[in-house]
């Protein structure tokens, strides 16, 4: 059974730093471009990293370069963000997908606040 699941969202202050997984079943992570997607309160949702198959290059959207770092532990099949110098603005519904640009499997979403 192909599965997402998101975990490790949470509510921190503007500046903190925050690391969100997604934890695969059913492929191989190692094998598949990757994303995290997410959706502010209110909004569309908006794409924000893939890590690619072959040469595991990673894409970020200009919003959160610099700031976010996505990486695969293939041992455990797990997908991570990790999310430094968090702003408001980053107040979002954190979705890993499969794929790229478009995606075939979605996990459930782990809520992240950021705010005083």
């Known amino acids: 059974q192909v599965q997402l699941v998101e975990s490790g969202g949470k509510m921190v202050q503007p500046g903190g730093s925050m690391t969100v997984s997604c934890v695969a079943t059913?492929?191989?992570?190692?094998?598949?471009?990757m994303s995290w997607v997410r959706q502010a309160p209110g909004k569309g949702f908006e794409w924000v990293s893939r890590v690619e198959t072959g040469s595991g290059q990673a894409f970020y959207a200009d919003s959160v370069k610099g700031r976010f770092t996505i990486s695969r532990d293939n041992a455990k099949n797990t997908l991570y963000l990790q999310m430094n110098d968090l702003r408001p603005e980053d107040t979002a519904l954190y979705y890993c997908?499969?794929?790229?640009?478009?995606?075939?499997?979605w996990g459930q979403g782990t809520q992240v606040f950021v705010s005083p």
């Open positions: 997908a499969r794929g790229g640009w478009i995606f075939d499997v």
């Open positions: 059913g492929f191989d992570l190692n094998k598949q471009w």
